[in-house]
């Protein structure tokens, strides 16, 4: 490919923006620009390379097969002057841009969101934008740059990696479990109202852990958010399965069968290929392995501290 001498590294922040999201509207946001600042960018670039790089359809753009080659070369040279702007001006804290990350709601909003200032200390330039409705967000055609999830792709061009395991137990609060006395054993939970999750909106295998407790159990309250699970758990409506690392944040729960009741899933962290060397990127990966890694202990009952001498049941 040849260009003439109009063509600018910023041409390319505009058409990596595109490729990334499909959509105007979305790299413009992005970009902290305009939608047709956008377009205008991206129709300068197509006439300096003289290739048409994007096919425009109702939907949104879609690369050609130049654009998708022309994809790797951009995201070269976008590293490498992040890199070098890093060294200029002082590493990390000079990192610019936007990341987007797709996250389940339990983890988002009780772990994660609480250690976000170490992340906006150490990077002040970065924007975070959390979005925890997982099931709607797609890797593949771009629309978060990392996700954080319960099962690692089965196929595709992704980076993937574990980056805990957690356990679950079944949780009542200890005003209801006075009222209704304690659980025995695994077939006294059919006597219990249970709180669980929409079945035909469960969006990941590893939420649909009901039946792995007793095949009998069915949720008499369900709701597909875990913080609505959690609220009704704490006022009293039943019986509910929480990980560990959300329970504990409320003392007015109480585990039932804490010792015949345990699962365990997984969180793994997943990104297209493309994008797992982009700096910035980078960054946002090692900050989620750090503050995971040096809080191991909250995400598995067993190795957390504050809860050995929890009352069992």
Wanted: net charge neutral; aromatic share 10%; glycine share 6%.
């Amino acid at each position: 490919m040849t260009g003439n001498p109009h063509f600018t590294w910023d041409d390319l922040m505009y058409f990596l923006a595109v490729a990334r999201t499909g959509q105007l509207s979305t790299a413009a946001r992005r970009l902290r620009t305009s939608h047709a600042t956008v377009s205008r960018r991206i129709d300068r670039l197509e006439f300096a390379l003289k290739v048409k790089l994007f096919e425009r359809n109702p939907r949104g753009y879609v690369l050609t097969a130049v654009g998708q080659r022309f994809v790797e070369t951009a995201e070269k040279i976008e590293a490498e002057a992040d890199r070098l702007q890093a060294e200029i001006s002082g590493g990390a804290t000079a990192q610019r841009g936007v990341i987007r990350m797709s996250a389940p709601e339990g983890f988002a909003n009780f772990f994660l969101t609480h250690r976000l200032r170490d992340f906006t200390a150490g990077f002040p330039n970065l924007s975070l934008e959390l979005v925890t409705i997982q099931q709607i967000m797609s890797l593949s055609r771009k629309e978060a740059d990392l996700a954080v999830a319960l099962d690692p792709p089965k196929a595709g061009p992704y980076f993937y990696e574990k980056i805990s395991d957690y356990s679950l137990h079944v949780y009542g609060s200890r005003q209801y479990l006075r009222e209704h006395g304690p659980v025995q054993n695994r077939d006294e939970l059919l006597q219990h109202p249970f709180i669980g999750y929409i079945e035909d909106m469960i969006f990941a295998p590893g939420l649909d852990y009901l039946g792995d407790v007793h095949p009998g159990i069915k949720a008499r309250f369900q709701s597909s958010s875990i913080f609505a699970q959690l609220t009704a758990t704490r006022n009293g409506l039943g019986l509910c399965i929480l990980p560990h690392f959300v329970a504990k944040q409320h003392p007015e729960l109480e585990i039932v069968l804490a010792d015949e009741v345990e699962l365990r899933r997984n969180y793994w962290l997943i990104c297209h290929h493309d994008l797992r060397n982009v700096p910035r990127v980078r960054w946002v990966i090692d900050f989620l392995f750090t503050i995971v890694r040096s809080s191991v202990a909250s995400f598995l009952r067993e190795l957390d501290d504050s809860t050995v001498n929890a009352p069992r049941r």
